[in-house]
């Protein structure tokens, strides 16, 4: 595991060198503050003449107040507030508050950019809007977080940004939700074998409902708001997602086993909408391009540090019996789930894309 501050050093750099109801000063401080994250010190120096216009933008994400999602933002709206003398302000709306919990309708009030002008949602929920938002989670693309940093802050990160410009967002960044792990209340998962006669919850989609098909799973689509009810009442055996998503739903209390299997991957795009963007001077741009880079680089920092402190708790205490990666036979789940790439060049092609072009936009994302 890495050191959580090298990351943020490492992730920063990646961010800044890609294209890029609080109260000022007094109230704003909700994020976890510490001497790394400073916003009176790290917010970007406005260089320009224009005065900026008085604006609150709402920003939200699919995970609570306190989740690293909620995080990003409160950082961000520190930022840009000491940024702005108070001029531009944030209100950060955790668990998609303003679409009545929708991941989907988040995204879709983001473009639209009347109710939501800033968000930051999963690749797996803009899947529903474009199949190639998908390409982050096939399986075993990444062995670990270096992989997962180069491939954003390359090609991969860069071919993601060009399309959600399509759909008029500029990114700003790619955050992370991070390896999606997987629990149960019946045996540790060791073996693909092992999900023969596991009823599994997974999120809405095709790519992840193909995968689980592969692996011989009984896999069900079902809202999250409904997951931890069923697992305890036993409605699914268990659930697949990152270590802060199932701390932070309390989903360890009602599960025996985690897997580390780090089978797939889920990041965050941190975007804008494109017409509220453009409201702003190009030195006004360069502030908030600046800001939201570190915002990103903050998230990333504190949810890999967090994942950190929560394997070890889960360990230390009991509260589930920890599988790690070591002690899983990957191979079998890498060759039960082999086609799950021809199938998604398949996707791509009936979407339209031209199977050379399919599978170099897949290859991208691939460490060399």
């Known amino acids: 595991m890495k050191n ?46 224009d005065e900026w216009p008085e604006t609150v933008w709402n920003y939200t994400c ?15 709206n520190a930022l840009m507030q000491e940024s702005t003398d ?57 062995e670990d977080y270096d992989d997962v940093d180069a491939a954003m802050a390359g090609e991969g990160g860069e071919s993601l940004k060009e399309v959600l410009a399509e759909y008029g967002l500029v990114c700003e960044g790619i955050g992370e939700n991070g390896f999606r792990q997987i629990t149960n209340s019946t045996k540790p998962i060791t073996s693909v074998s092992d999900l023969a006669d596991i009823k599994m919850r997974i999120c809405s989609n095709d790519l992840c409902a193909e995968v689980y098909s592969e ?61 509220a963007y453009d409201q702003f001077t190009d030195e006004q741009k360069a502030v908030i391009d600046e800001n939201a880079a570190k915002a990103v680089a903050y998230q990333i920092a504190i949810n890999r540090e967090n994942v950190e402190e929560l394997v070890a708790e889960w360990t230390e205490s009991g509260v589930m019996e920890v599988t790690t990666l070591d002690e899983i036979d990957s191979d079998s789940f890498k060759e039960a789930c082999s086609d799950a790439e021809g199938w998604y060049v398949d996707q791509l092609v009936a979407n339209g894309m ?15």
């Open 354 to 368: 031209g199977e050379d072009d399919a599978q170099a936009y897949i290859d991208a994302f691939k460490a060399e």
């Open 4 to 49: 959580w501050k090298k990351v943020f050093a490492v992730c920063l750099a990646a961010a800044l060198a890609a294209p890029s109801t609080l109260v000022y000063a007094a109230d704003y401080a909700d994020y976890e503050a510490s001497d790394e994250y400073v916003a009176s010190e790290e917010a970007a120096v406005y260089e320009g003449t």
């Open 215 to 275: 692996w011989g799973c009984d896999a069900t689509v079902m809202n999250w708001s409904e997951t931890y009810t069923a697992l305890q009442q036993g409605t699914v055996d268990g659930q697949e997602n990152p270590e802060t998503a199932i701390d932070s739903n309390s989903v360890q209390d009602v599960q025996d086993y985690i897997s580390l299997w780090n089978a797939y991957y889920d990041c965050l795009f941190f975007c804008i909408n494109q017409n």
């Open 86 to 142: 108070g001029a531009v302000s944030v209100n950060v709306y955790g668990a998609d508050q303003l679409t009545n919990g929708s991941q989907t309708d988040g995204i879709q009030a983001l473009m639209d950019g009347a109710t939501i002008q800033v968000s930051m949602h999963s690749n797996l929920i803009y899947a529903n809007f474009d199949t190639r938002f998908n390409v982050v989670s096939l399986p075993y693309l990444f």
């Open 62 to 76: 699919s995970t609570g107040d306190t989740s690293t999602w909620a995080q990003a933002g409160y950082y961000f």
